[in-house]
C-alpha cells in the first residue's frame, strides 16, 4: 500500500450528497478483484454519456461535460470534496479501489458511510471528516479560486488552506501509522514474519503429526 505523509493537492469539488458505491463504481466493473484498473470507471454513469460496459475504449466514449471530474480546472485533482455520507449503499471495496487508481488520495466531507470509511484505510486513502460549515468554506473558496490546492499533513492531522488558514482532524493512532507507513492487512501480518515462522517451527517439533 502507498504511504501517505503529506500532500499538497489540487482539489476536485463534487457538491453532491448520499454518493453510494454503485455511483463511484458501477456494478458491471466488478468482475476482477485485482485492486488496479478500476479508475477510468469512477463515477462511470456520470462520467459518460453512454452505458459503460467492461472492456470498452474509454478514450472513445463521449464525456459529459457537465460532470466535476471532466471539467479541465480539476485534471490532475487529488483531493475530492465532497458531502454528507459519502460511500453509502453496498460494501463493496471496489469503490476507495477506483477513487485511488483514478488517483485521488485524500477525501473530505462531513460524514461517510462507515464501511467505505474502513475501507479506504486499508487502501491508501485518508478519509477526512470535517464540520459541514468547513467543508461549506471549502466548497466557496474551491468555486472562486481555480487551481485551489490544500495541504494535508497527516503527522501534524492538518488541512492548510491557500490563505494559511488551518483545520485539524481526528484520527485513531492504529490508522495514522498504518498510512504513514503503508501498511494494509497483509502488511501488518508480515511485520510479525520471524515470530510465525519460529511459532510454526516450534509447532512442528512438538506436534509433527499435524504436519505429515
Not at 101 to 112: C, E, K, M, T, V
Request: with cysteine; hydrophobic share 40%.
Amino acid at each position: 500500500m502507498k504511504a501517505f505523509t503529506q500532500l499538497n493537492g489540487l482539489v476536485c469539488a463534487m457538491d453532491r450528497a448520499n454518493v453510494d458505491t454503485d455511483a463511484i463504481i458501477p456494478k458491471q466493473f466488478l468482475k476482477s478483484i485485482k485492486r488496479s484498473g478500476f479508475g477510468p470507471n469512477l463515477f462511470d454513469e456520470w462520467r459518460y454519456l453512454d452505458h459503460g460496459e467492461p472492456g470498452m475504449d474509454n478514450s472513445q466514449r463521449p464525456l459529459n461535460p457537465e460532470f466535476e471530474l471532466n471539467f479541465p480546472r480539476y485534471a490532475g485533482a487529488e483531493v475530492l470534496l465532497a458531502r454528507d455520507n459519502f460511500g453509502c449503499g453496498s460494501s463493496r471495496e471496489h469503490a476507495p479501489w477506483a477513487i485511488e487508481d483514478y488517483g485521488f488520495r485524500a477525501l473530505i466531507a462531513p460524514s461517510f458511510a462507515d464501511i467505505f470509511f474502513n475501507n479506504c484505510f486499508k487502501n491508501g486513502l485518508l478519509p477526512i471528516v470535517q464540520p459541514a460549515d468547513v467543508v461549506d468554506q471549502l466548497f466557496r473558496e474551491a468555486a472562486a479560486s481555480e487551481g485551489y490546492r490544500l495541504n494535508i499533513d497527516l503527522a501534524a492531522q492538518t488541512i492548510t488552506t491557500p490563505s494559511g488558514q488551518v483545520f485539524s482532524f481526528e484520527i485513531t493512532e492504529h490508522r495514522k501509522a498504518c498510512l504513514l507507513n503503508g501498511w494494509d492487512e497483509i502488511g501488518l501480518t508480515l511485520r510479525h514474519a520471524d515470530e510465525i515462522r519460529a511459532f510454526e517451527e516450534k509447532r512442528k517439533s512438538e506436534q509433527p503429526w499435524l504436519f505429515a
